[in-house]
């Protein structure tokens, strides 16, 4: 109770400062732009260490409806920005003040619409995750819903992964379908809108019956724009020989680029398959697996020849002294 009340004091306090600042007479900071400018510089060059006030300036900078400044805070409070710890409650009531418009973003600017769009859905993914508010799936999905009406295309796709689970209330394969579809023809480059198009079409959800064959098409559109699951998913499909044949060489090559995109699963699935390939499944020294999946990481990195080549040259020297050595 204490904790909802202290949300509902800093809601207040974050909307009202402005309307308290102007019945002081505090005047608008003359250079409002400028102010913010500095604040992003500074986080975004990574030569600058020293970060002590820039929260304060971007605080400034949203308390007068600067739409950008209350997007880049919501990332500091997120910790996505260096030198910066997490702040989840104050990153709520910031996204529930622009997305309910108890804090008046600043109408002339062009990014106006945007940022209050996007604060709509990181509010949906707040309350979907418990962060920096309580967590309630009803929530999330009204924000969802919100933000994915007013046009922005991923949450037409994470509002499609609510409406996939049949269990719940708001449960709706076939509209999550749906939305998939539309938003995979209207925009194709809208992130994982392939990867959940293709678990669709694979499991049969809101389908009469599973389409593999469909899915590896949808997976390959993923590659193409980069989906690291969706690729995930078309390497398992070449590893399975699963509405292609098996090519255990070609699901080798896409675990390898979704590992380069950062996705863990295709990391593990990479050194799996690379020690099955490569005879190291059993009976193998435990030394060896590490050298040999080093090797395999490096190999996925976003590195020139040569640079591959050195990180991974200790590995594959220890390895072969290993070899020798049986």
Known sequence: MRSKL?????LLLLCLQPLCAQSRGDARPRDLEGMYTRAAFILDDSSITNVYGVTAMLETCSQWGHPLACELLLDVYEGRRKGLSPQPQKAAVLAAAVADERLKLDTHHPEAARVQRECMFRLALYHEKGFGCQRSEKEAVRWMLR???AGVGKA???LARYLMDKKKAWGDPAKALQLLRQQAKQEPRTPHVFFYLGHMYMTGLGLPKPMPQLAFECYELGEKVKDDRA???????????IAT????SKALQLYKKAAALG?????????????IKAGLETGTPQQLRIDHAA???????????????????????????IRNSL
């Open 245 to 248: 044949s098996r090519d255990l």
């Open 263 to 275: 996705n863990k699963d295709a990391s593990a699935n990479l050194q799996r398959l690379a020690y």
């Open 231 to 241: 690729i995930n998913n078309l390497a398992a499909m070449y590893e399975g020989g």
């Open 156 to 158: 037409r796709v994470e």
């Open 6 to 10: 202290t949300s509902l004091c800093t």
């Open 295 to 321: 090797m395999q990481i490096i190999e996925s990195l976003p590195l020139s020849p040569r640079a591959r080549r050195w990180f991974a040259a200790p590995f594959r020297a220890h390895a072969a002294k």
């Open 147 to 149: 933000a994915a009406n």
